[in-house]
């Protein structure tokens, strides 16, 4: 009964591990081919004819991406800070928790639009604010939930210590219980913009898409997920093979975000420097 | 519920009394053997001898409760008085075969002045009985009764003493005198039975101890 | 000014000189508190003097934890609790409005039953973390206290290659020496300490205890235990409490050997509890 059972569930992670697989291997097959030094730095070509790259998406990306994460990673963060530290179980709490759920799984497509309503619309045209807003109105929630999570996970025995030595509240806060519950922290972000890297429907309602790179804070820019979408509804072969680049690209990006971040715990956790966890690397090999 | 230091304390306590019963019958056989020449020598040594062993016994087993058992207080209190009147108790078994050996050792003093031990082991019978009923009820008291006890028997001594040191009295030539033995073998048992007086009241300064935490002003 | 700046200046030395009985460090007054509703303690009084050790005895559910957390106000982190009364330090009522609550805890320090170490910290950012903390810049005087707090604390000699190492990676009873060496860098005049060798074997809990004798040469130390024979060990003074109430207090050795209250007796010698 044991051998049915562990059977069984290799047989599911098998099964979960094929589409994935599959995924990787179809955007590497055929995006492959679309990499070159101009794919990845110059703008699009003519429509018709090729030729080009996807430059200014993947600046446009990086740009929001970042743009969000100055809005999104301060006020989660704080946001979760007071809801673990300072609110306590007061109705107020309650209810912003609650809201914040609500939050998390909002459609980004609504998000978009509310996003289109308040900033493009006021603003007069498409613009990366407008972008990095919706962007970070997506990322709040999560970096909240994650804040909140992480820091009720630091044992109270840990902040007692620190009041006892007479440190303000804040300071015990900031220093003692974020700093213990840093890794935990940077997990939920890095989380957060691996999920907005790759979040289109906000996108199409605030930042347009362009061919060009950045030209300011109230213009509209472009981004992968945005033109990968526009690269696959044209009709040319030349197109879809730039889309296939672009996704293989953003998958590149993403995976690195991930990648760095278990760098970045390893680092933390057992205090090595480069060398050390290369040597590591190569031990495990 | 019982502490697994009450049964220790049990036992300790079992032992005293049984060397208390036990030191009774010895001081009593050599006294009866001195007034009346009934009693086996044999037997007052053997009991003085038991009395030794179960003193060991006492010191052995209040030293392992105090290891063991980290004991505070009155238990504490009691452990200490049961080692200090345990001596006590083999004391009056020795004294009691002291007076063996002396009758033994005068042969025939039948014919001496029997009064003056027995007047003072009258009391010191009673001491020992007043010591004895003050550990069982705990009783803070007793010791300054016994001390006056103890008053009388010092007296009575020094009363002999003096009189078997003096030659002549208005009562005529000293009887002790004429029989060296008698002389002597009234000295002696007068001797013990005033160290046995002295050892009543210590036992008596150790039950107010257990009872008060105060060691007697007396001493 | 720090607790030692006040120690060291001219008006404390005037003061201390004038008073020709040892004096109180440590004197509580009419202390009450609840938790809500439940009140946790009732009325309790005593006076510890400086430089000696103290331990709080008493069954589980006794107030002896609440009343030590109420001698330096940590007893407020907890929600709902309350109190009334005054404890005093040297001349001071840590209760009085005019007092920061933070402040006070620089003066009055405390370690707690389980180890508690900052995780993320080295042994080096343990100890000095409160001194960090509260603006002490100077790297050189930070380096000296540290070392200072190590060699107090009885830790110097087993860590002393290894200041970087984290300070999790040290044994049970190694890290709870590197908790107090921690608090011995505020400098704290009062060491309050909650069950401190509850969660360490006997070996680690006999270091302990040979360490807060030696630091009651310039400490005042008040130790709450659930183990009597340490209470009996290690204290000066004992106070035995019952149900948020202060039945009896005095000399370790008459408490030990000749308690006053029948309630005493009953506890010290196993009856209950």
């Known amino acids: 009964m044991n051998r049915v059972f562990t059977g069984a569930t290799i047989a599911c992670i098998v099964l979960a591990m094929i589409p994935l697989g599959s995924i990787l291997l179809e955007v590497v097959k055929n995006g492959i081919s679309a990499i070159s030094f101009e794919f990845l730095t110059r703008p699009q070509g003519s429509i018709v004819t090729g030729g080009g790259g996807i430059g200014p998406a993947i600046q446009g990306t990086i740009l929001t991406v970042a743009y969000a994460s100055l809005i999104g990673v301060p006020v989660g963060v704080l946001a979760g800070i007071y809801l673990s530290e300072y609110a306590g179980n007061s109705r107020f709490a309650y209810g912003v928790r609650f809201f914040n759920n609500v939050m998390t799984g909002m459609p980004s497509i609504v998000i978009g639009i509310v996003g289109f309503i308040t900033l493009v619309a006021t603003i007069g045209y498409f613009n990366i604010t407008a972008g990095a807003v919706a962007l970070s109105i997506i990322m709040i929630p999560i970096v909240v939930g994650v804040t909140e999570e992480t820091l009720k996970l630091v044992p109270n025995s840990v902040r007692e210590a620190g009041h006892s030595l007479g440190i303000p509240k804040w300071k015990v806060t900031m220093f003692i219980t974020l700093n213990s519950a840093k890794n935990g922290v940077l997990t939920g972000i890095v989380l957060a913009l691996s999920r907005i890297a790759g979040e289109t429907a906000p996108l199409i ?53 991930s990648i760095l971040l278990r760098l970045l715990v390893l680092e933390k956790r057992f205090k090595l420097g480069i060398p050390e966890m290369l040597k590591i690397r190569r031990m495990w090999k | 519920m019982t502490r697994l230091l009450d049964l220790g304390l049990t036992r300790i306590s079992n032992i005293v009394m049984d060397m208390a019963n036990l030191s009774v019958r010895s001081v009593d056989g050599s006294i009866d053997s001195y007034e009346k020449g009934t009693g086996s020598k044999d037997q007052i040594f053997e009991w003085s001898e038991q009395l030794r062993v179960l003193q060991d016994e006492a010191t052995e087993l209040a030293i392992e409760l105090i290891a063991r058992y980290q004991p505070v207080a009155t238990d504490l209190r ?14 009056f078994g020795r004294y009691a075969y002291d007076i063996m050996d002396t009758i033994g050792t005068m042969g025939s003093i039948s014919h001496c002045d029997k009064t003056p031990v027995m007047e003072m082991a009258g009391t010191a019978r009673e001491m020992i009985h007043l010591s004895i009923k003050a550990l069982q009820s705990k009783d803070k008291n007793a010791a300054e009764k016994l001390y006056e006890m103890d008053d009388t028997v010092d007296a009575l001594y020094r009363k002999y003493l003096r009189e078997v040191i003096t030659p002549t009295t208005k009562k005529g030539t000293n009887d002790m005198l004429k029989d060296p033995r008698c002389y002597l073998s009234t000295l002696l048992i007068l001797r013990y039975l005033e160290r046995i007086a002295d050892h009543a009241c210590y036992i008596g300064d150790s039950v107010h101890y257990i009872v008060t935490a105060a060691s007697s002003p007396r001493r | 000014m720090t607790s030692e700046e006040y120690v060291g200046s001219v008006d404390y030395k005037t003061e201390r000189a004038d008073s020709d009985v040892l004096s109180y460090k440590v004197s509580v007054r009419n202390l009450n508190s609840w938790f809500g509703a439940k009140q946790a303690l ?11 050790i103290t331990s709080l005895i008493g069954p589980s559910g006794c107030g002896k934890t609440t009343l030590i957390r109420c001698l330096n106000r940590m007893n407020e982190m907890t929600a709902s609790a309350s109190v009334k009364g005054s404890v005093f330090v040297d001349d001071t009522d840590i209760y009085d409005g005019a007092v920061d609550p933070v402040l006070i805890k620089r003066r009055i320090g405390m370690v707690f039953q389980k180890p ?51 300070g999790l990676s040290l044994s049970g009873g190694q890290q709870q020496r590197l908790c107090i060496a921690r608090a011995l860098a505020m400098q704290p005049e009062v060491l309050l300490m909650d069950e401190p060798t509850s969660a360490l074997d006997p070996i680690a809990s006999s270091k302990i205890e040979e360490l807060i004798n030696d630091l009651k040469r310039d400490l005042t130390i008040i130790i709450v235990t659930h183990n ?31 308690p006053q209250k029948d309630l005493t007796e009953r506890y010290i010698s196993g009856k209950f509890g």
Not at chain 3, 42 to 52: A, G, H, L, S
Request: with cysteine; charged share 20%; net charge negative.
């Open chain 3, 42 to 52: 009732k009325d309790i009084n005593f006076d510890v003097k400086e430089n000696t």
């Open chain 3, 116 to 166: 508690n170490p900052f995780p993320t910290m080295s042994i080096h950012g343990n100890v000095a973390a409160g001194l960090k903390l509260n603006g002490v810049r100077d790297r050189k005087l930070i380096d000296e206290i540290v070392v200072d707090s190590l060699k107090s604390a009885a830790l110097w000699d087993e860590v002393k290659d290894e200041l970087d190492k984290p």
């Open chain 3, 228 to 258: 009597m024979q340490q209470a009996a060990r290690v204290s000066d003074y004992t106070a035995f409490m019952y149900l948020g109430e202060m039945i009896e207090y005095g000399p370790t050795k008459q408490i030990f050997e000749n």
């Open chain 1, 205 to 257: 309602m605030t930042i347009l898409g362009t061919s060009l790179y950045f030209q300011g804070l109230l213009d509209p820019v472009d981004a992968l997920p945005l033109r990968i979408w526009r690269l696959a509804s044209q009709p040319y072969d030349h197109a879809h093979s730039f889309g296939w680049g672009a996704a293989l690209i953003l998958i590149i990006m993403v995976l690195s975000l």
């Open chain 2, 78 to 91: 009691f452990i200490r008085s049961c080692m200090e009147i345990s001596y006590g108790f083999s004391r």
